[in-house]
């Protein structure tokens, strides 16, 4: 089992930045790929970025290139989402999930149901 707890949400002005945590005691969390997704009051959850067991890979959505960063550091059972130039339409429960079912898959991507282990979520909401 996998418990996946985020942290770091809060509220911040347009153009701020805030750095995401999405941390576990599972010791074999660092075999497994991990991506961010959010979802918005009254829209699906969309996938962020995602990222490989051992970091090498990573993948983001057009919509946050450039700003976001996902890295991760094993030995402390961590990923982190650094997100940069926030916009108001970043303004999200943020969600980190766990893809258990096939360990050191070093391709990774945004599909939502690759990922079986998900944490309750961080709220983020940028101001305009």
């Known amino acids: 089992q996998v418990q996946l707890v985020e942290s770091g949400g809060g509220l911040v002005q347009a153009g701020g930045s805030l750095r995401l945590s999405c941390a576990t005691s599972?010791?074999?969390?660092?075999?497994?790929?991990v991506g961010w997704f959010r979802q918005a009051p009254g829209k699906e959850r969309e996938f962020v970025a995602a990222?490989?067991?051992?970091?090498?890979?990573?993948y983001y959505a057009d919509s946050v290139k450039g700003r976001f960063t996902i890295s991760r550091d094993n030995a402390k059972n961590t990923v982190y989402l650094e997100m940069n130039s926030l916009k108001p339409e970043d303004t999200a429960v943020y969600y980190c999930?766990?893809?258990?079912?096939?360990?050191?898959?070093?391709?990774?991507?945004?599909?939502?149901?690759?990922?079986?282990?998900w944490g309750q979520g961080t709220q983020v909401t940028v101001s305009s």
């Open positions: 990222i490989s067991w051992s970091g090498t890979s990573t």
């Open positions: 999930a766990a893809d258990s079912l096939r360990p050191f898959r070093t391709a990774v991507a945004g599909v939502t149901s690759d990922y079986n282990y």
């Open positions: 599972g010791r074999t969390f660092s075999y497994y790929a």
